[in-house]
């Protein structure tokens, strides 16, 4: 599939400070693209700009084949957006705004109706929806504010940091919203500060850093980039000796390490692929039953411990 | 356009579930022209009020049936506490007395004024319908606007009566000649008989402003105070609901709603026009429901139904274009609410909300014409008095301008500034 989206050069000045300075990447249809980066990275200013409503201090954007700076007003009919504050009328009920934002989205009558009443089921606040939003708890509040993104069903969905600041049951609902509407069709990009939803979601991700793209690709690309190995992970039953088997792991080619702890074995190796079916073999050759097997990818705290000397968090 | 509506409509039932802003919008005006009606004795019967015992003097020079019959018009016992006349004979002094502050006008009804209007033997000569009437001149204070326009009402409603017995009598007695019905020597005695007509129509009895002066169970009494306070409550109010529109505005920018409707298909302009009209709206709900509410519980009478309703739309377009004008150039929402309330305040005081204008110094008369208060006040005055619509061109023209240029100010500001960016 073609991209939905091409950034080039893109930046942004506030008076003599650049917040962004240049950022080039594109999103293909269909993915989930994720800017990961620490606070003040620059990216809701990228998202503002792309979303038509700050004017590039330099370079451009298409989106659906759209110019944001020359034709904004076809960008917005394209695309969707979930501000990473919440945006909505507090005195209003949870449908009210969805009824007010739908018919700013240019949608009215019983398909506005009967969009509106699937929003709010795929937001899970269907009970709700007659009470005003001021009522809420943050989590449910945040899911109204992605409901409003979602209405005219955009082909490109902006989400700046939807969890930050929330439950973590709250949390695991907003992601896997989000995975449900990428299984839909709908093609996100997706800003967090959170390593683990980067990785959890996006098919790729690009990490930012003081205004700047400084690594962009799938995260086995990102993280072979800097030298990192996978890591197998081996669940193994109570009685079975662990410490045997990983010392018989470490002969298998491309495994460079094995060891051993309760219950499981931790196998570093390159490519976890490849080491795979080996692993399993020497298992079963000693009568050990694997429980379950993880892949460790490499995580990109990491990368990004590597690329700035910092942690992503701090 | 529509989205322009449903922005407006969206801003109405937000400042309706606003219960701090219901308060100020709608029960301190309610309550204020409760107690201030109580202070002038409005509910205890008692008619002495702000505007009772206007000073007037009467100069009546003509001394035939119509001078004379507009003099008893000011010395009638229906207007015996509303109006305090004085007669005298000199039109010189009297000025004077004006100039002196002595009293709120004068009226000059000149010599020959009713022979201009009542044909006489011999002017039925082929033009003599044509004659044109001799003026009457009101001689206002223009430190009472008030009290001269009460007076002013009372001449023009006389002068009305006298006018349509006039045409429809002068040509009636012309048609009567020329179809030799009567006699030009008969012209006169009709044209008296006529002119008597006229006068009997004429007393405070025919006047509209009777309508007023007597309530419902047919008591008279003065004109009512609450007529007064209760526009000067609720307009001074206004200015809050129009403050706190605006207010929005900028609280939209803040809570990140603006953002996201700029960031929809809708064009700024749709979303400026959106906000303009739900403060408009707004601000209109709330004038129609004190006037609603003043008229059900205290059987104020309002007057001319249409004149209210175009005033109201005139002067709340005034009064959102200041709210506009506030909202350009302060920069946050707390300074709009601050300078609001200093506005609302300064306004009420100073365009006749508590203390009327005409025992204010001169400067403070002519600053208040800035206020949508003075010329509103003006306005529901006029119909408060029996005038109608056609009475209220200048402060409608006034707030109708005020209005306009005030929003294009702010739309000029607000086009600089940028909704949005820094
Ligand atoms: N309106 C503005 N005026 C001046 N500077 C700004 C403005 N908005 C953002 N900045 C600065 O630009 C930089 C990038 O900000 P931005 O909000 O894009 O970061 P972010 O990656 O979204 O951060 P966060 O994770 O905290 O949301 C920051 O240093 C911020 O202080
Ligand atoms: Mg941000």
Redesign the pocket.
């Known amino acids: 599939m073609g991209n939905i989206l091409e950034v080039q050069n893109l930046a ?1 000045n ?2 003599d ?1 650049q ?2 300075k240049g950022v080039s990447f594109n999103i293909e249809e269909g993915e989930i693209f994720s ?1 990961l ?12 700009m792309l979303s038509t409503l700050y004017t590039p201090t330099s370079g451009d954007a298409t989106i659906g084949g759209y110019s944001v700076t020359k034709n904004p007003m076809a960008v917005r009919g394209v695309i969707g957006v979930v501000p ?1 504050d919440l945006a909505l009328y507090e005195d209003l009920t949870a449908r009210e705004n969805l009824i007010f934002w739908g018919q700013m989205y240019n949608l009215s009558g019983k398909s506005l109706n009967s969009r509106v009443d699937e929003v709010l089921e795929q937001i899970g606040l269907t009970d709700k929806a007659r009470n005003r939003v001021k009522t809420f708890s943050g989590g449910m509040k945040r899911r109204v504010n992605i409901g409003v993104g979602l209405l005219h069903k955009p082909r490109l969905l902006f989400m ?2 939807p969890t ?1 600041g929330i439950d973590p049951q709250s949390r695991r609902s907003i992601l896997d919203t989000v995975k449900d509407l990428n299984k839909q069709g709908m093609t996100l990009l997706y ?1 967090t ?1 959170y390593m683990e939803e980067a990785q959890e979601l996006s098919n790729r991700v690009g990490i ?1 850093d003081h ?1 700047e793209m400084i690594a962009l690709g799938t995260q086995k690309e990102l993280t072979q980039q800097v030298g990192q190995a996978e890591t197998l992970i081996l669940h193994v039953g109570e009685n079975d000796d662990s410490e045997a088997l990983a010392a018989s792991l470490k002969g298998i080619q491309g495994v460079q390490q094995a060891e051993a702890t309760d219950h499981e074995v931790s196998i570093v190796c390159a490519e976890a692929e490849d080491v795979l079916a080996a692993v399993v073999t020497k298992a079963n050759d000693r009568g050990i039953k694997i429980r379950s097997i993880d892949i460790r990818e490499p995580n990109l705290e990491a990368v990004f411990l590597h690329l700035t000397g910092r942690a992503l968090r701090d | 356009m529509l989205k322009t509506f449903l922005i407006g409509i969206k801003d109405v039932r937000l400042a309706f579930r606003d219960r701090a802003a219901l308060i100020l919008m709608l029960a301190a005006p309610f309550v204020l022209t409760v107690g201030l009606g109580l202070v002038t004795g409005r509910f205890s019967g008692n008619t002495n009020n702000g505007l009772s015992d206007i000073p007037v003097i009467i100069v009546n020079l003509d001394k035939e049936q119509l001078g004379d019959a507009l003099a008893d018009v000011f010395t009638s016992a229906d207007l015996a506490d509303l109006l305090e006349p004085a007669a005298s004979s000199d039109p010189e002094a009297a000025r004077k007395s004006i100039d002196e502050d002595k009293a709120a006008a004068v009226v000059i009804i000149p010599a020959g004024f009713t022979r201009s209007i009542i044909p006489q033997q011999g002017d039925f000569s082929s033009n003599a319908v044509a004659v044109e009437p001799v003026k009457i001149e009101v001689y206002a204070n223009p430190t009472r606007p008030t009290g001269a326009g009460i007076i002013k009402a009372i001449v023009d409603e006389f002068l009305s009566r006298v006018e349509e017995g006039r045409i429809s009598g002068a040509t009636s007695i012309v048609q009567m000649m020329m179809s030799g019905r009567i006699s030009p020597s008969q012209a006169e005695a009709e044209g008296i008989a006529m002119g008597e007509q006229i006068q009997a129509n004429s007393p405070s009895n025919a006047l509209a402003i009777k309508i007023n002066s007597s309530t419902a169970n047919g008591e008279a009494t003065n004109f009512d105070a609450l007529a007064y306070i209760a526009p000067a409550m609720a307009l001074m109010f206004l200015m809050y609901t129009v403050t706190y529109g605006g207010r929005s505005i900028l609280a939209e920018r803040a809570q990140g709603t603006l953002p996201r409707l700029l960031v929809s298909p809708t064009n700024s302009a749709q979303i400026l026009g959106g906000k303009v009209f739900g403060i408009f709206l707004t601000g209109a709900a709330q004038m129609l429901i004190l006037i609603g509410a003043s008229s059900l519980f205290f059987q104020l009478k309002w007057g001319d139904p249409l004149g209210v309703i175009v005033l109201v739309l005139a002067a709340v377009m005034a009064a959102t274009g200041w709210g506009m004008i506030i909202t350009a150039i302060a920069r946050t929402p707390s300074q709009v609410a601050s300078v609001g309330t200093a506005i609302m305040l300064i306004f009420g005081i100073m365009g006749g909300s508590f203390i009327s204008l005409e025992q204010m110094p001169v400067f403070i008369q002519m600053f208040s014409k800035i206020t949508p208060n003075a010329w509103a006040l003006d306005g529901f005055t006029t119909l408060g008095l029996g005038g109608t619509l056609n009475d209220l061109s200048t402060p409608i023209i006034a707030l109708l301008s005020m209005g306009i240029v005030l929003f294009l100010a702010s739309v000029a500001l607000f086009g600089k500034k940028n909704l949005v ?2």
Not at chain 1, 37 to 48: D, E, H
């Open positions: 942004k506030y008076g400070f917040a962004v800017l980066g620490p606070n003040g990275a620059g990216k809701t200013t990228t998202i503002s990473q700046d940091e930050v800003t500060h930012i205004g | 960016q820094k």
